[in-house]
């Protein structure tokens, strides 16, 4: 690891930022000094604003992608290198596109967790489905946060720093006991391997995702399916179910109620309520009809 890649891991510690964050933003970082062939600390803002232009016009990248790299770069030179020669006003953000997201029916969240290739992608599945965790809350998750006493699960240290608390499914507690019987467990629930990142420490919230993507895979879902999805279909189906908007704000960990309510454009109750319009019309006989 190169000197100045430490320096930006430990402002990027300091500062609490999520491991899958901290990946990406030194993967980001890394792919800019390969582009032009030289140490960020050698580049200025011209090479900036052409690279932002390759990533938009040339790789064709999403803007969300894009996004991201971006804020890498900002962090680097900004809380990294403390540069006061770059304009960061000139490194805008790209529009990214307001999509909602991807719901799965409760059906195809059947097939999904059916379809997982082995034990450890089944109970992730199940996990995500009935708890609304995050990929990286789901990976550190300890055995001692699982509470059949209070039928609680305690999510550790989520988005924005925070502890939560999440109901514990019956149904899921009767899975996680039979997990515990067979992997037996002692910090970590899922705990990595020996010749991975050892047995004292959680699986990588990449194997979250490879979870979500090999079981959707043999499924034959043909939508995008990333555990993010599960989460998403978790706040949907308890919408569906009767929760009022303010409970799920919770249970999610939505530090707004603006993130919450992208629910209600998702949820079939909340759609169908309303009677549509043309329903209380009463239409005239198109000419074919009246010809008969």
Known sequence: MTP???????????????PSTIRGYLNAVSQFAEHFHRSPEQLGPEHLRRYQRYLLQEKKLAPSTVEMRIS?????????????????????????????????SQEEVVRLIDSAPNRLYRILLLLLYATGARRAEAARIMVEDIDSQRMVIHIRQGKGAKDRDVPLSPKLLEELRSWWRWKKPQGYLFPSTEGHRGTDQPISDKTVWNACHAAATRAGL???????????????????????????????????????????????????????????????????????
Do not use: C, W
């Open 222 to 292: 043909r939508k995008k399916i990333h555990p993010h999805t599960l989460r998403h279909s978790y706040a949907t189906h308890l919408l569906e179910a009767g929760a009022d908007l303010r409970t799920i704000q919770i249970l999610m960990g939505h530090e707004r109620l603006e993130d919450t309510t992208v629910y209600l454009q998702l949820s079939r109750r909340h759609l169908h309520a309303a009677v549509n319009p043309l329903e209380q019309i009463a239409l005239p006989a198109v000419e074919e009809d009246r010809r008969r």
């Open 72 to 104: 890498a770069l900002r962090f680097l030179y900004k809380r990294t290198l403390r540069r006061r020669d770059l304009a960061f006003d000139d490194l805008i953000f790209p529009k990214v596109p307001q999509k909602l997201p991807i719901v799965l």
């Open 4 to 18: 100045l890649r430490q320096r930006m891991l430990h402002e990027l510690q300091r500062r609490n930022y999520s």
